[in-house]
């Protein structure tokens, strides 16, 4: 059984620090690219940062470039993301999603992945 575990979400001031984890048991980061999404309420999940450990790359939305840093522990099995500088608009339910390596979908677009956490609530107060 494949599950994804998101946690460390929070209520953070603006110019605050949150550092999200993923806990992957089912998959491997062979095969899956691990990414990060968000959804503020009444609005589409959009892609924040993915992780792809087969081939060591890493993608950003313009939003968090220099903000937002994804890393992986692969011998936990586990993904983080950094988040420096938060803003009020990052405020959002995070999920993290599996996607497999190989996908047509690029690797910010919800619509390859097939396994989600349950999300956690990121909120940044101003």
């Known amino acids: 059984e494949v599950q994804l575990v998101e946690s460390g979400g929070g209520l953070v001031q603006a110019g605050g620090s949150l550092r999200l984890s993923c806990a992957a048991s089912g998959i491997t980061f062979d095969d899956y690219a691990i990414g990060w999404f968000r959804q503020a309420p009444g609005k589409e999940r959009k892609g924040v940062s993915c992780i792809s450990t087969s081939d060591a790359k890493t993608y950003y939305v313009d939003s968090v470039k220099g903000r937002f840093t994804i890393s992986s522990d692969y011998a936990k099995n586990t993904v983080y993301l950094q988040m420096n500088s938060l803003k009020p608009a990052d405020t959002a339910v995070y999920y993290c999603?599996?996607?497999?390596?190989?996908?047509?979908?690029?690797?910010?677009?919800?619509?390859?992945?097939?396994?989600w956490g349950q999300g956690t609530q990121v909120t940044v107060s101003s």
């Open positions: 999603g599996a996607l497999p390596v190989g996908s047509i979908w690029g690797p910010l677009d919800w619509k390859g992945y097939n396994y």
